[in-house]
């Protein structure tokens, strides 16, 4: 069980029967009252954002969640489809809702983490989100050149990735480039020498 100040960013925590992870917290004391952690959480079954304050003598169950490395293998219609890492017969399909913005960085026979929550009504448990690489590097498939003088806008431009995403770069960054993108914030990071 964990204490009202130990309910703190990235913790997973068993909210209202369903798994919560914990996006931001703030320990803080009004007046001369008791200190109370004022926490936002998000459902990761439903993707609802809550916010919820934690007193003193509150405590929360910190949910059992698994890590299983599974493959990307392609999607159809709004359909994201995986396989089993070790095994590929063993294929399931996930809903965008809970890919979550890290679906547009997705590209074919990506190994990420499948988050497993025992649920107690399954055997192996059940899944309630993708964990993908912090960073990982894609090729840049559209970019307009450069203009020579165009800095008002901060030096940079958009491109389409190989996955189909748009964000923005500097101006050097040409077609061809392969670059690295932190997949959580979904920003160019820095390009990838060949």
């Not at 998000?42 to 003193?56: A, K, N, Y």
Request: with cysteine.
């Amino acid at each position: 069980m964990l204490e009202y100040n130990e309910i703190t960013e990235h913790k997973y925590i068993v909210f209202e029967n369903e798994p919560y992870e914990v996006l931001g917290s703030h320990v803080f004391r009004k007046q001369q009252r008791k200190p109370v952690n004022a926490t936002k959480m998000r459902s990761m079954l439903t993707g609802r954002i809550v916010e919820h304050s934690f007193h003193v003598s509150d405590k929360a169950e910190e949910a059992d969640i698994t890590k299983k490395e599974v493959k990307y293998l392609y999607t159809n219609k709004d359909e994201f489809w995986f396989c089993d890492a070790s095994n590929p017969s063993k294929r399931f399909e996930l809903p965008e809702l809970m890919i979550g913005t890290a679906a547009k960085f997705l590209k074919p026979n990506t190994i990420v983490n499948a988050m497993m929550w025992d649920d107690g009504k399954t055997d192996e448990g059940k899944i309630i989100g993708l964990k993908l690489p912090i960073k990982m590097d894609l090729k840049v498939v559209e970019a307009h050149p450069a203009t020579k003088g165009n800095t008002a806008q901060g030096a940079s431009k958009m491109v389409v990735l190989e996955t189909g995403a748009e964000i923005q770069v500097p101006m050097f960054i040409k077609e061809g480039d392969v670059i690295r993108v932190n997949t959580d914030s979904g920003e160019y990071t820095d390009r990838v020498t060949n």
